[in-house]
């Protein structure tokens, strides 16, 4: 499966981004879908994942409450609504279908996407 994440940007603290994960190659519905991030000089971390029907939501405690997970497998495509953004979150986004393992861990999955960017100022 082919994922390509979208909509990152440059945004003031505060703001929003809406992020987009699209699929092409095989259909998302049967994926659980996470999404990463990195920023520079640190290692890839866990943002938010979704169970392959949408169920089921896991938060990062550091997004928790301001970041929301959503999929619809009609479009084969997985979101990350990103409210109330701190320079902290600045970072490359990835996202990622989960092959095994843990769900937080990006050893877990086996498909990325190649990255948005967003950038937050302050």
């Known amino acids: 499966v082919q994922l390509q994440a979208s909509g990152g940007g440059s945004v003031q603290a505060g703001g929003s981004l809406r992020l987009s994960c699209a699929a092409s190659g095989r259909t998302l519905s049967s994926y659980t879908m996470g999404w990463f991030r990195q920023a520079p000089g640190k290692e890839r971390e866990f943002v938010a994942a979704i169970s392959w029907r949408g169920g089921s939501t896991y938060y990062a405690d550091s997004v928790k409450g301001r970041f929301t997970i959503s999929r619809d497998n009609a479009k084969n495509t997985v979101y990350l609504q990103m409210n109330s953004l701190k320079p902290e979150d600045t970072a490359v986004y990835y996202c990622?279908?989960?092959?095994?393992?843990?769900?937080?861990?990006?050893?877990?999955?086996?498909?990325w996407g190649q990255g948005t960017l967003v950038t937050v100022s302050s």
């Open positions: 990622a279908a989960y092959g095994s393992g843990r769900y937080y861990s990006p050893a877990g999955y086996d498909y």
